[in-house]
């Protein structure tokens, strides 16, 4: 693989020449043209990582070249090849873009270091922009997991609250993804491009945490033997994320207020202020007002965390996401161990949608995880489930018999659950069956199927609209679409 793609643009045949030579022999992918229009027309077909550019061509003066290039390619480094330098060039050449400038006659020694610092250079940048694109779209909505109308609803706040500097608490059981919600929060906003520092206040001890958060100067206490920044200061113009929030002591509560107040703090054993400008973003596993009542967490700190806030339904209670996070977590395990695509049985399908996940999302990645690890095969039964998952299934609701969704419905083109080509698909099969007859039970009285199922109305029209159900008489079942809309998936 080529150390980096040059291209240069030299009207003299003996320095294009002279060049390609030199630069392939250091491992340099290097295209050579004489002309400015010639020089354009290869940077519109592929990219370079740098330019070298002779300021003297038939058709073009480089240093006007260099702005309709600079104009089409603003970080491109180019280094301008002229046959004599001079300050006023110089100033001209900087000020159009140019990395730097180069003289004929000229040191190979220096113009290969220059070679290599440009590359390198604009390698290392394009890296870091392909990071932080990677990054954004890992924590991008769309990467949340869920369909369910309250994870929609969630989501449509944090587009909100991504945009503006407001503190925000995001409260939750453990292992909803308050982590992953905080992430998407600060992907979204216009300090994307600035550090997220998370800070588990719960792991960290109490003497230390302090430490942690402003930093300190050398001799503050007996094992600072040097002076240390915060993580207030490495996440200035970016976000502070406070997992466990409740777990701080009322020390620390007292100095983060004054944070969160006056945007400044001052390193342990210091007296100088520093000023920070940091977004906070903090999360809770437990009740924070319960223990603001109980006199455990500073009434005034609840309510300078508390501007915007944000609660994580606990995954028994956004059941039907569950399908497609198996969905997600069975194509993540499979890729990750090298394996064909997983799929779980539909008596072990039934098992996890019907388990309660005290753990929630955590834990059911953990069961994914440790079942795809386990398998043999590409179709994975109960025996793969953990005694816990097995034992703690419960079957409540209206749910049909696992028998019921195996056998094939009367009417349907699709014969049975088999026909569905994915665990979504089986799913939205399972559910549109599960809806269908509870319609049949209250003769299609839709009010009082809302009410057995404990859902709103409108939540039920929504999903019968979404599944394609249509009245029907007893028996039959009408999908227009149904084929396209299981099998197709």
Excluded: C
Aim: zero cysteines; aromatic letters at 6%; charged letters at 25%.
């Amino acid at each position: 693989m080529p150390k980096g793609s040059i291209l240069v643009v030299d009207d003299e045949a003996e320095i294009r020449e002279g060049l390609v030579l030199l630069l392939e022999s250091e491992g340099y992918a290097v295209v050579a043209v004489e002309t400015g229009d010639a020089g354009l027309a290869r940077l519109e077909e592929e990219p370079f990582d740098l330019l070298l550019l002779d300021v003297s061509l038939p058709d073009h003066n480089g240093i006007d070249l260099l702005q309709q290039i600079r104009e089409r390619d603003p970080v491109l480094p180019v280094v301008l090849i002229t046959a004599y330098g001079s300050i006023d060039m110089a100033r001209r050449a900087f000020k159009n873009g140019a990395r730097d400038y180069i003289t004929k006659p000229w040191s190979n020694d220096e113009l290969l270091a220059q070679v290599a610092l440009a590359v390198e250079g604009h390698r290392l940048r394009e890296e870091n922009v392909q990071l932080k694109r990677a990054l954004k779209q890992r924590y991008a909505f769309p990467n949340i997991i869920g369909k369910s109308e309250r994870m929609h609803a969630l989501l449509d706040l944090v587009t909100q609250v991504a945009a503006s500097r407001s503190t925000v608490l995001i409260t939750g059981e453990s292992g909803t993804g308050k982590e992953l919600i905080a992430k998407a929060i600060h992907s979204a906003s216009s300090r994307a491009d600035k550090a997220f520092v998370p800070v588990n206040s719960g792991s960290i001890p109490v003497d230390l945490l302090e430490s942690q958060l402003f930093g300190h100067l050398k001799g503050a206490f007996t094992s600072a033997v040097s002076a240390k920044k915060g993580l207030f200061e490495v996440a200035d113009q970016g976000t502070i994320f406070f997992d466990e929030i409740s777990t701080v002591s009322p020390e620390t509560q007292a100095k983060l207020l004054r944070v969160i107040q006056e945007r400044e703090f001052m390193r342990l054993g210091g007296t100088e202020t520093i000023k920070v400008d940091v977004r906070i973003v903090a999360a809770a596993n437990v009740d924070l007002l319960g223990l603001v009542r109980d006199g455990r967490f500073r009434e005034d700190l609840y309510h300078r965390l508390n501007v915007i806030a944000l609660h994580l339904p606990p995954l028994r209670e956004r059941r039907e996401d569950v399908p497609l996070l198996l969905e997600h977590f069975l194509r993540r395990f499979s890729e990750e161990n090298a394996r064909p695509l997983r799929r779980f049985t539909p008596a072990a399908l039934k098992v996890l949608v019907d388990y309660d996940w005290p753990g929630n999302v955590r834990e059911l990645e953990n069961v994914v995880e440790r079942a795809v690890v386990l398998s043999a095969q590409n179709l994975m039964d109960t025996d793969l489930l953990p005694e816990t998952v097995l034992e703690k299934a419960v079957a409540g609701g209206a749910r049909l018999q696992l028998d019921d969704f195996l056998a094939p419905a009367p009417g349907s083109s699709l014969g049975s659950l088999q026909a569905a080509s994915s665990l979504f698909g089986i799913m939205e099969e399972i559910e549109r069956r599960v809806i269908v007859d509870m319609l049949e039970r209250t003769n299609w009285n839709q009010t009082e199927a809302a009410e057995r199922f404990q859902i709103p109305l409108s939540t039920l029209n929504q999903k019968i609209k979404r599944l394609g159900i249509e009245k029907r008489r007893r028996g039959t079942v009408r999908n227009a679409d149904s084929t396209a809309h299981v099998a197709g998936k």
